[in-house]
């Protein structure tokens, strides 16, 4: 929720804006860490600054890689968050880089200012930055977030442009059958009976599948589109996302690679925190929060436990089932050297290679066999119009 709030701070000065909260106590609490004595803080309610248009991935690149280059040419972060205000004035990220500048102005640290929109920055973000303001090296671990954020929008391009071909015949496809079916196919039922004869099995059939879309085909869709919602917020709940988790990581082909994509982005951020400053516990807590899968996530807290313990991570995931060998012995090599960081982000270039290579073979093997699948549909819903056709005596009289 988003709150305005007026407080004054040490000098006596009233200040107001707003502040992302989950509710006026969180908010309080955040201004009192920033040395400041609300005086008021209410509920929006969609007044103030509002951010309509959604911040997606690409913009968050455009600001981090413009601000880490600023920040490298020496230019002080003040200085840089004005500049980017004006580039990224017209983007769906310019309001919120304003807001940014003016907490920034105010005497907010830029990891603060950054907590304040929690919508467009997630906790590994908004870390990496602390830790960077923290060690005095914020222009590297932009650079660091804006090559993860590259590679990861590269990755889910990549995905995206191999299954588009499969998935756009299939949906082709699937209209081409259901306008078969619903206005085609029963043109031609009238024409077959006044010629009369007993009809082959396979028209029989199509035209029953026809008769039961014609006369039942919008009990038909509430029911799916029900089925849909109810599966929907199924696995919405907690106890659907344990059961998604558990589920998708078991499928025969698909399961192994929403692993290894798992996996990859674990150790790329691991690793990316690792380099930056952050401590190996604060990591594991983070990261054991925005993991979407449930299983692996269980993992990771079960692994920040044994590592608090004293622990190795190389040891605990040595008894994971879930986690690889290869994973498992790299993190060995690397604790043992100890650069755990380099040796995670290889484990994360070479799983994300792999992955690429995996989702590739698979829609070159999925995507033949469901345009032959459906191909073969249509063939069916053809022949069964035309063998009767063959099968008429157009010399016998008609019913």
Known sequence: M???????????????????????????????????????????????????????????????????????SGIQLSKALEIMTQLLEKSAIGPVVRDIHRLVQEGASFSRALETHKEVFDPLYINLVRAGENSGLIAPVLDKLARSLEDEIKLKADILSQTLYPTLVTAVSVVAIFLLLR?????????????????????????????????????????????????????????????????????????????????????????????????LLDGLALLKTTIGNKVLARIIAQAESEVRKGGTLARFFAGQEEIPFLVTQMAGVGEEAGNLDEMLEKIARLYEEDTRRKIENLISLVGPVLILILTGVVFLIALAVLLPVMQIDFNAPLR
């Open 2 to 72: 988003r709150f305005f709030y007026k407080a004054v701070d040490a000098a006596g000065t009233v200040r107001s804006g707003y502040r992302t909260g989950e509710n006026r106590e969180a908010v309080f609490r955040l201004l009192r860490e920033e040395g400041l004595f609300p005086l008021e803080v209410k509920a929006t309610h969609g007044r103030g600054l509002s951010f309509r248009r959604r911040v997606g991935k690409k913009d968050l690149l455009a600001f981090t890689q413009q601000l880490s280059g600023l920040l490298d």
């Open 183 to 279: 206005y085609v196919v029963p043109r031609f039922e009238g024409f077959f009976l006044r010629f009369g004869g007993e009809l082959p099995l396979v028209t029989r059939v199509i035209l029953a599948l026809s008769h039961g879309l014609t006369h039942y085909g919008l009990p038909i869709l509430v029911f799916l589109l029900g089925a849909v919602v109810a599966v929907f917020l199924y696995f919405h709940s907690e106890r659907g996302k344990w059961a998604w988790s558990r589920w998708v990581l078991r499928l025969p082909l698909l399961g192994p690679v929403v692993l290894q994509l798992n996996i990859a982005g674990f150790c790329r951020m691991l690793g990316m925190m690792l380099k930056s400053g952050v401590a």
